[in-house]
């Protein structure tokens, strides 16, 4: 390997290591929204250059979880109520739309993963694991929007897989507030995804195809919807 190429590779994996640790640190909660991210900080923080930092910022930037502002720099972010609503639809219509294709039908091997992903999303939950719970949500969904085997469909959904961890950051943060103003449709729906995952399992392996629309629906419309309901009145919360 040339020194050239060997070099390429270790920037890459820096930065690689640098945008992992900022992604825990920001789901986790360990940097908060508006806080400020210095590249020399960074840097020093991680004994490299200001170059890894910045691609590993930019990358965070695409995912939602950073945003730049020229000659503000960069800061934790989260998604507008608006943006966060339009994410939550079009995954949920992708999704509904790849299940229709497909008439509810997803292979054996797919329903396993499913199933071995609501038990990890369980784990991670109880745990406050935000990430490995992000981690198993992207793979339940996955196999719903395989199902179609429309190949164009499932990269436009995969467009929107880098923003998952800001939807979860906006669900969870909207579901703290929720619960501090005693919301009923928060306190009704218990603040977690892992009911609606059974209960969208459980449609598919009937093959019940309305059923399945109407969970999907109910996991991403209706959520999205008090999650952008609840993130309005938060910013207009005195508190």
């Known amino acids: 390997m040339s020194m050239q190429k060997q070099r390429k590779t270790t920037k890459a994996t820096t930065s690689e290591l640098i945008w992992e640790a900022l992604r825990e640190q920001i789901i986790n909660g360990t940097l908060v929204s508006q806080e400020k991210l210095v590249e020399s900080e960074i840097a020093q923080q991680f004994g490299t250059s200001r170059g890894?930092?910045?691609?590993?910022?930019?990358?965070?930037?695409?995912?939602?979880?950073?945003?730049?502002?020229?000659?503000?720099?960069?800061?934790?972010?989260?998604?507008?109520?608006?943006?966060?609503?339009?994410?939550?639809?079009?995954?949920?219509?992708?999704?509904?739309?790849?299940?229709?294709?497909?008439?509810?039908?997803?292979?054996?091997?797919?329903?396993?993963?499913?199933?071995?992903?609501?038990?990890?999303?369980?784990?991670?939950?109880?745990?406050?694991?935000?990430?490995?719970?992000?981690?198993?949500?992207?793979?339940?969904?996955?196999?719903?929007?395989?199902?179609?085997?429309?190949?164009?469909?499932?990269?436009?959904?995969?467009?929107?897989?880098?923003?998952n961890s800001a939807m979860f950051l906006s669900v969870r943060n909207a579901n703290q507030f929720g619960n501090q103003i005693s919301d009923s449709e928060t306190l009704a729906r218990g603040g977690t995804a892992l009911g609606s995952h059974r209960l969208l399992l459980e449609a598919v392996r009937k093959n019940d195809l309305q059923e399945a629309c109407k969970q999907l629906d109910l996991h991403y419309e209706k959520t999205g919807e008090r999650v952008y309901r609840l993130s309005l009145l938060q910013e207009k919360a005195p508190f």
């Open 52 to 163: 890894p930092v910045r691609d590993a910022l930019r990358q965070l930037a695409v995912e939602g979880l950073v945003d730049y502002q020229p000659n503000k720099g960069c800061s934790v972010a989260l998604l507008s109520p608006k943006d966060a609503y339009e994410v939550f639809f079009l995954r949920g219509s992708l999704e509904k739309l790849a299940i229709q294709k497909s008439n509810c039908h997803v292979s054996d091997y797919g329903l396993l993963i499913m199933e071995t992903s609501i038990e990890e999303f369980r784990i991670a939950d109880e745990a406050g694991n935000l990430m490995q719970a992000v981690r198993a949500d992207e793979k339940f969904h996955q196999q719903i929007v395989q199902s179609a085997q429309i190949d164009r469909l499932t990269k436009m959904w995969e467009l929107l897989s880098p923003l």
